[in-house]
């Protein structure tokens, strides 16, 4: 409901903001309720920047993570591969049934779904990954 002119002028003059600024001429425009499609236009799309940025931060924290998990995983695989070359003196290959024993939970696999089967069984190969590459010796303890 619009208000009319007088009944306006009679409510902003009352009003703190406004008392002492509207003079008899003034254009006075009142505002009815919501918001104009402008308005909504620009919080929309300030939403969606911000959701965006979120997303692509998260994803990137995501994928970073799947790698040090693969990189763990391969570390872990070495470790057991040292200790099952200790247990086994003069083995010349990896027993796959006897490996699985040296873990708990079975052979890692990678987050990601990439495969180590290449030199998984290897004596003399490190293990790598299809999708996050060879091994580093030390993986950066910083993010
Ligand atoms: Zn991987």
Excluded: W
């Excluded at 008392?19 to 236009?41: D, P």
């Excluded at 911000?50 to 931060?57: D, E, V």
């Excluded at 695989?77 to 290959?93: F, L, Q, V």
């Amino acid at each position: 409901m619009r208000p009319t002119a007088e009944l306006s002028r009679l409510v902003l003059l009352r009003h703190p903001d406004y008392s002492g600024q509207v003079g008899m001429n003034s254009t006075i425009r009142f505002r009815t309720a919501g918001f104009s499609l402008v308005e909504m236009l620009v919080v929309v799309t300030i939403i969606a920047a911000i959701a965006a940025l979120i997303t692509t931060a998260v994803m990137s924290a995501l994928q970073q993570q799947s790698a040090r998990v693969c990189q763990n995983n391969m570390l872990t695989i070495e470790a057991a591969k040292d200790e099952y070359i200790r247990d086994h003196p003069g083995a010349t290959s990896i027993d796959e049934s006897a490996f699985a024993q040296y873990f708990r939970f079975g052979i890692p696999k990678c987050p990601d779904g990439g495969s180590y089967q290449q030199y998984l069984y290897s004596l003399t190969n490190q293990v790598s990954c299809t999708r996050h590459g060879a091994l580093q010796a030390f993986p950066s303890a910083t993010p």
